[in-house]
């Protein structure tokens, strides 16, 4: 079966409870196949088990092999009065709400497998296990590879030039983080220690938050005066970068 889980949840781990179909053992016959007070026939042509030698002669000799038995089909064992309730099979098919935990950074797309949760096992044998694949949900804000939580965050003109402290979101909660002055937008920075739990126990990723360069719109008539101001005294035609792109092209 699949369960959907929320990002955090992938991240840091949940308890879920999970409502499964399953065959279960027979409460009526406990298995056997039998109506109560009856019990099976040992098989008289495979002796109870379940396969019989077939002999084949071919020019190269006289060959046995093993076949399953056709009169008890391979079981080894004729029911003549069958359970009501299971109709011979010794299973019956139930609802069972179960409750699965959800390691710390597990994956979308991965499984997880809760022993002795499956069907029922045949002639008397343990049951099996029930399979469970992960899918998370996308988050509005983070994205993740690996280990490693990614995430962009607009600043504004003024706060990449000045630098300032920032409010990050991360999925512990929202961190501060010191901009130096001069950010280029584009630019990315790492907060150690605050991505996905690794799934063996082992340790934390980190988050890698990308800043970028907010362009204002709709500006009044002072603020674009101001900006022309700002403009001159920064030289913007000759900056460097704008000199190594132009030397660049010429070539």
Known sequence: MSIAISFEEAAFGCEKEVTVERYETCDTCHGSGCAPGTSPEVCPDCHGTGTVQVRRQTPMGVFATSAPCAKCGGKGRIIHQPCKDCRGSGMVRKKKTIQASIPAGIDNGQTISIRGQGNAGKNGGPAGDLLITITVRPHELFRREGTSVLCEAPITFTQAVLGAELEIPTIDGKVKYTLPEGTQSGTTFRLKGKGIPS???????????????????????????????????????????????FKKFKK
């Not at 990308?210 to 204002?216: K, L, M, R, S």
């Not at 009044?220 to 035609?237: D, I, P, W, Y």
């Open 199 to 245: 799934i063996n126990g082992r340790g934390r990723g980190d988050q890698y938050v990308t800043v970028y360069i907010e362009t204002p719109k709709n500006l009044n008539k002072e603020q674009k005066e101001a900006l022309r101001k700002f403009a001159e005294t920064m030289g913007e035609s000759e900056t460097q970068g704008r000199k190594d792109f």
